[in-house]
């Protein structure tokens, strides 16, 4: 059997419909590529693309900061961390590569700690992070789902591909 790729979603807790539906098609998407989706598993970003994932008969992680009671309807499984907010270094090291759309502090807290791992963070409609004239930041940014699907598909190869 080959191994499923593993991209995580990341974004805020309270979004707006525009936000939800773009999250929704990212799932959509990602389902649709034959990918493992991981995220927080609770409401707002999180929900959307867990519905998506649903809706194409993919498969999704919840890592949940408390019990799995919290879990959105969609998540396919559902894992209690009991670590609150430390679980987004979890959720972020799970991915080969890590989808975030729009996004309070915990959403940033999130692509901070991605890019730490040196993952690659494809931003829809999320918070601007500059780069270090030092680092390199492996940051990309998408206008569609589509678009960020398709870099964080490569940027997910790339890495299995030992970065060739």
Known sequence: ???????????????????????????????????????????????????????????????????????????????STGLGEVRNVAVVSAGEAIVSIGGAFGTLSEIGFALKLGKTVVALGTWEVRESPDAEIPLLRASTPYEAVELALRSAERNRDGGR
Request: glycine share 18%; proline share 5%.
């Open 1 to 79: 059997m080959e191994r499923q790729t593993i991209i995580s979603v990341i974004g805020t807790s309270t979004a707006s419909p525009e936000q939800y539906e773009t999250a929704r098609e990212v799932g959509r998407l990602l389902a649709g590529a034959g990918c493992v989706v991981v995220c927080g598993g609770r409401g707002g970003v999180m929900e959307g693309v867990c519905r998506g994932v649903s809706e194409e008969g993919g498969v999704s992680v919840g890592l949940l900061p408390g019990g799995v009671e919290d879990a959105n309807p969609y998540v396919t499984i559902p894992l």
